[in-house]
């Protein structure tokens, strides 16, 4: 490979798109608005690239990403870029703007397209369609960000592009048999683009192969040298960065052989294997090794000492003139800096590291790997974190003492046919009861409202009427339309988990730690750091006056330990399945503070769950059993007459309905009019004996579905489920719905239900 000794050292695999103050969002929704024009659009961005672009260079990175940043999704970008425009699209510009955003958004004409998570992540990407497209170079992004970068800011950037593999196997609507056949269409494009960006003058350009972390069959690692021969071959003397993270790589051998200047390893996640092939197999001599050692998806500090260490113990391996240093991912999944928070006890503030604060990591341990630091300089730096660590401040001893007796704890309930005709008696609820999933429109007011509140322009007693008088309007509403259980509308929540995790000791929030979820959606997820501990009722009041308001039931509305982990940042330095117990016992307080304060169904949401599913098939199981024991941890001291029940969003439960079973809930209810029936499939299998509502109609739409759409959802599940098991409910939560749209499903769904009683008392059941 013709690199020889290596000058450069530091790295950077991708920065956050969203600006510091999330100036991205407000650009792209003020166009989508139609707020401002086009180029107006593109000139904010531009400068929003340009200083992300800048700062990276300030901070001595030598490898800097370009086509990193997007106006959405780089899956999307990748898709677009290579002309996969599905046909529904067809009729739009292909290269035009507007054809984009209607492809991730959808438009009037046209369903956008479908979003998943990428990886064990919570950022989603729009899933390319394929539809036996024959890809080609429709327009060379990365050459015109690889230019722009030299042009404006005189910087030698390096190209980052999703390999082909990976972009293949997240792809959608193709025959799996042609897999090959779309791959060998794929490289000639690839090599064009690779070609004008040579010829354009880049030396190093990042190619992301993150299905390599996951258990591919031996039959995948031909196709991976398939391809990275072409590229050699056409193009021997780029210096292409096989990029890989979040676990580690199998297929060791296979992959460091392949024909590339480097590879990309990450050396966070990959719990130890990645070193310890290294140590075992050793490393190609020709090869360069460019290493993850900062942490790219948490929020601390690192400890500079001991990844001087790693260092070390790397330079044994592999020649500290051919070692690049690097995040173990792109930044992307991190917020931007610590410098904008201004409401974290400093103790606190001084252990984080943020995107840019890592990248200032990055550096010094380059600046080690060239002898310029010691290890008593780095020694300096870990101090803050050090000091946070032993500090007692994030210590509670009444925790520690009760995870360590977890066992006292119940984890079971009287069975569930016992407890199920306790309910049915308790209740008496009609077949097919309707309820909803629990949040109910936040308007424009009740946000502007909370604002004030928390500016101190609103006192406590006067927010707080704002919320009851919003809880009375739609108890009220409820009782019009006729639903059977009723919920308070979780006005007084911004996010389900940041509702906890300020309230929750243990947790901070941070003023601007966002980072991008989906689209221009961004979240700020809360900050485990200390011992998670209930310090007084957190939903008791809203839920109690919404109760006193109604002889009709109304569910208790709380979020699962499981997803108040897998949406936070969580400390590391104790385990997550410590983290994990010590929030179900603090979910646990509550579900007890709303028990006796006469609630008696409470709902314990955990749409997360499967979020957390490690990526490594042979490390799931652990997971799932933990995550189990974890929602019963939280649920399981209740009465026998009190039923739980939970809620989950759509995400591939086929594989996983026997833990969802094992969760031992009296009634789920689970996102299900987008996924095309296939949940209803999996109970065709799966013999599911307790209440569930598979959700009959999409939230995400403001499309109002008619009584005979909603029918056939329900006819479609009772075809598999028995009628008396069965709850009607909408898909999620409804707080992004307006007022109207609201009432006007909600009315057509409990007509359905009506209907479909009638109908069966007819046919005398
Ligand atoms: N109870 C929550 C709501 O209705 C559930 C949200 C979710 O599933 N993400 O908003
Ligand atoms: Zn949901």
């Given amino acids: 490979m013709g690199v020889s000794i290596l000058t450069l050292i530091s790295s950077n695999l991708g920065y956050p798109r969203i600006g510091e103050r999330r100036e991205w969002k407000r650009a792209l929704e003020s166009f989508w608005n139609g707020n401002i024009s086009e180029s107006s659009l593109e000139e904010t961005l531009k400068d929003i690239r340009l200083l992300n672009l800048k700062k990276q260079k300030e901070k001595g990175i030598d490898l800097i990403p370009v086509g990193d940043f997007s106006l959405y999704d780089h899956v999307l970008d990748t898709a677009f870029m290579f002309g996969y425009i599905p046909s529904r699209f067809q009729h739009m510009e292909p290269t035009s703007l507007k054809t984009y955003f209607a492809m991730a958004r959808g438009s009037d004409e046209a369903e956008a397209m479908e979003m998943t998570k990428w990886f064990n992540t919570n950022y989603h990407y729009i899933v390319p369609e394929l539809e036996n497209k024959t890809p080609a170079l429709v327009k060379n992004r990365l050459l015109e960000l690889f230019q722009e970068a030299k042009n404006e800011l005189n910087i030698e950037a390096k190209p980052v592009l999703l390999g082909p593999i990976t972009f293949l196997k997240l792809a959608k609507q193709y025959d799996q048999h042609d897999f090959h056949k779309h791959l060998s269409a794929l490289i000639p494009v690839y090599v064009q683009l690779l070609t004008e960006l040579a010829q354009a003058g880049a030396k190093w350009v990042q190619i992301d192969e993150p299905i390599l972390v996951q258990e591919l069959d031996d039959s995948s690692i031909p ?12 193009l021997p003397s780029l210096n292409i960065i096989l990029q890989t993270y979040f676990e580690s790589i199998t297929h060791y051998q296979e992959i460091v052989s392949l024909p590339v200047a480097a590879i990309g390893l990450d050396f966070v996640h990959d719990h130890g294997v990645n070193l310890s092939n290294i140590k075992t197999l050793g490393f190609p001599k020709d090869k360069i090794l460019a290493a993850g050692l900062i942490d790219g998806r948490n929020i601390w500090k690192a400890s500079l000492v001991s990844k001087a260490k790693e260092i070390d113990d790397l330079a044994q391996y592999v020649d500290i003139d051919r070692l690049i240093i690097q995040p173990s991912c792109s930044l992307l999944h991190v917020p931007v800096t610590v410098q904008n928070e201004q409401s974290l006890p400093s103790i606190l503030k001084n252990a984080l590291s943020f995107a840019d604060e890592k990248l200032d990591e990055v550096n010094e341990l380059a600046q080690y790997a060239k002898g310029k630091r010691t290890i008593d300089d780095l020694k300096q730096y870990d101090r803050s ?40 008696k308790r209740w008496n609820l009609p077949i097919l009861p309707t309820t909803t999933i629990g949040s109910f429109p936040q308007t424009k007011e009740i946000r502007q409202i909370r604002l004030k509140w928390r500016k101190g322009e609103y006192t406590n007693e006067q927010y707080e009427s704002v919320i009851n008088n919003e809880i009375k309007k739609w108890i009220d509403i409820q009782e019009q339309l006729g639903l059977d259980v009723f919920v308070h509308g979780e006005f007084e929540r911004t996010d389900m988990v940041e509702f906890f995790g300020e309230k929750l000791n243990g947790i901070a929030v941070t003023n601007n730690g966002w980072v991008q979820s989906y689209g221009s959606r961004c979240v700020r997820p809360p900050i485990i750091y200390g011992d998670v501990a209930f310090d007084q009722p957190m939903t008791v009041k809203e839920s109690v006056y919404a109760q006193s308001l109604t002889s009709k039931p109304v569910k208790g509305m709380l979020t699962g330990p499981v997803t108040i982990l897998n949406w936070s940042f969580v400390r590391n330095d104790i385990d997550r399945i410590s983290v994990l117990r010590q929030l179900a016992l603090a979910i ?8 006796k304060n006469g609630i008696g169904m409470i709902q314990v949401d955990e749409p997360a769950l499967r979020e957390g599913l490690p990526l490594k098939q042979s490390k799931q199981k652990e997971y799932i059993e933990g995550a189990a024991e974890a929602f019963k941890l939280a649920t399981s001291s209740v009465r026998p007459e009190t039923q739980i029940h939970t809620h989950m969003c759509y995400s591939q439960f086929e594989d996983i309905m026997e833990a969802i079973d094992d969760l031992d809930a009296d009634v789920i209810s689970i996102e299900s009019s987008r996924s095309h029936g296939e949940l209803v ?16 109609y999409d939230i995400h739409s403001p499309r109002i579905p008619s009584v005979e759409e909603m029918a056939k959802n329900i006819d479609r599940a009772l075809a598999v489920l028995d009628v008396r098991q069965f709850w009607v409910n909408p898909d999620c939560g409804l707080k992004t719905r307006s007022v109207d749209e609201t009432i006007s499903a909600l009315k057509v769904m409990v007509e359905a239900a009506k209907t479909y009683r009638e109908k069966i008392t007819a046919a005398q059941i």
């Avoid at 196709?223 to 021969?229: A, G, R, S, T």
């Avoid at 646990?588 to 028990?595: D, F, M, S």
């Avoid at 013999?687 to 509502?693: A, H, S, W």
């Fill in 588 to 595: 646990r307080e509550e579900v007890l503070a709303l028990e």
């Fill in 681 to 696: 499939h999996a109970f065709e299998t799966y013999q599911y004996k307790r209440e569930i509502g598979l959700g009959v």
């Fill in 385 to 424: 974190y050090t000091d946070f660590i032993h500090s007692s401040f994030r210590t509670n001893e009444k925790v520690q003492e009760a995870t360590k007796n977890i066992g006292a704890y119940p984890t079971k309930r009287l069975d569930y046919t016992e407890r199920q005709k306790l309910h049915k």
């Fill in 223 to 234: 196709l991976f040298k398939e391809v990275y021969d072409a590229f050699h071959k056409a």
